[in-house]
């Protein structure tokens, strides 16, 4: 039977439709597999299902002779060196499209969260301040009626507007290349990224992390947006330059980040965004639900299974490794 390897405990249905037909084995701790475990199982592993922390480079793939598919237990591929695979003729997998409801769900909340400070207010009333209902304290932003931004209107920046069209917001977008019909029907408007980061109330990331997108909001960036604009980053933290958004949260060109990725993560606890009122962050949560993440199993698996089978994976990064060379 072919061997898989899978780099961290997943839901168990995917793990189950894999044991159907491969040998199976899976890192069952509490952190990522170490480099030189993974190195290890990589060298006799077919398939390999693994985890956006995992870095599959060149060194990983030379090392893995036999390996014929990396099925990525998420959609983003950024930590993936996916030239390196198709040169190797490994097919790449991910999980596009069933978590892209849970992510959305979690990016709204994150933007409605930093809208009504639920963070600061929280801590204020662990921290034994709540004395009285206060007239003029913890005040926040109204999100209905407001104007929001998407940068990135795939599958999840478009579930993003669709939740915003129920809170009657204004909503501007750009890229997202065949969005119109969907843009049409939420009455979304699609603008440069200067306008957009001009013009909104709240900034919500939802590109892949790729050369283009890396540092995509630098310095320039947080000038041109409102000082009362609030950033919602569930994208990847590398798209978002960490030390220019430092500084315009301790400057006040922005009010507020509310973010679900970090560049690195975890972010380490010297990170100054840690020490900041005005800045929300969670543990990479996105897609962090019991349904949407044994729905990522499954597909993971079913990547596999396919792969093994030389057949194209039905989620595949890079399906040229199955074109017909003759
Ligand atoms: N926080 C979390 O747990 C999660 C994070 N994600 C992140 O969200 C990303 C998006 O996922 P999907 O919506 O499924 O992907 P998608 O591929 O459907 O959408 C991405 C959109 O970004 C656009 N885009 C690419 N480069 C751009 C640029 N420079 N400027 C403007 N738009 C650009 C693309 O045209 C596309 O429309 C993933 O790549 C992943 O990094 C995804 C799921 C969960
Ligand atoms: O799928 C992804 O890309 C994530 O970040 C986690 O689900």
């Known amino acids: 039977m072919p061997r898989v390897y899978v780099t961290r405990k997943i839901p168990p249905t995917g793990l189950d439709l894999l044991r159907q037909s491969c040998d199976v084995y899976v890192w069952d701790g509490e952190l990522p597999t170490p480099r030189d475990v993974l190195l290890e199982e990589a060298a006799q592993a077919d398939a390999i299902l693994t985890m956006l922390s995992d870095r599959i480079d060149s060194a990983l793939l030379d090392a893995a002779p036999n390996l014929k598919v990396v099925s990525n237990y998420a959609v983003g591929f950024d930590n993936i060196d ?87 917001m204004r909503i501007l ?84 980040a509310a973010l679900d990725v970090t560049d690195p993560e975890p972010i380490p606890m010297d990170n100054p965004l840690l020490t900041l009122d005005n800045c929300l962050i969670v543990p990479h949560l996105g897609s962090a639900t019991t349904t949407t993440r044994d729905r990522m199993g499954v597909i993971a698996a079913e990547n596999i299974l396919a792969g093994l089978k030389g057949e194209t994976l039905p989620f595949c990064v890079n399906p040229e490794v199955f074109e017909d060379e003759s």
């Open 82 to 168: 996916v030239a390196g695979a198709t040169e190797r003729g490994i097919a790449v997998g991910n999980t596009p499209g069933v978590l892209t409801d849970a992510t959305a769900d979690h990016a709204f909340a994150m933007m409605l969260a930093a809208a009504r400070r639920l963070g600061e207010a929280e801590r204020y009333v662990h921290q034994g301040e709540w004395k009285t209902w206060h007239p003029t304290k913890l005040l926040g932003q109204d999100v209905f009626g407001a104007t929001l931004g998407v940068v990135g209107f795939g599958r999840i920046g478009q579930a993003m507007a669709r939740r915003a069209t129920g809170f009657n």
């Open 173 to 256: 977008y750009t890229g997202g290349s065949s969005a119109g019909a969907v843009a049409a029907e939420l009455g979304a408007e699609a603008v440069e990224l200067e306008t957009l980061l001009r013009e909104s109330d709240f900034i919500s990331l939802h590109v892949p992390l790729t050369p283009d997108t890396k540092g995509l909001l630098g310095v320039d960036a947080f000038k041109m947006m409102k000082e009362t604009a609030i950033l919602v980053n569930t994208a990847r933290g590398g798209v978002v330059d960490s030390a220019a958004l430092v500084t315009a949260l301790q400057e006040g060109q922005i009010a507020y």
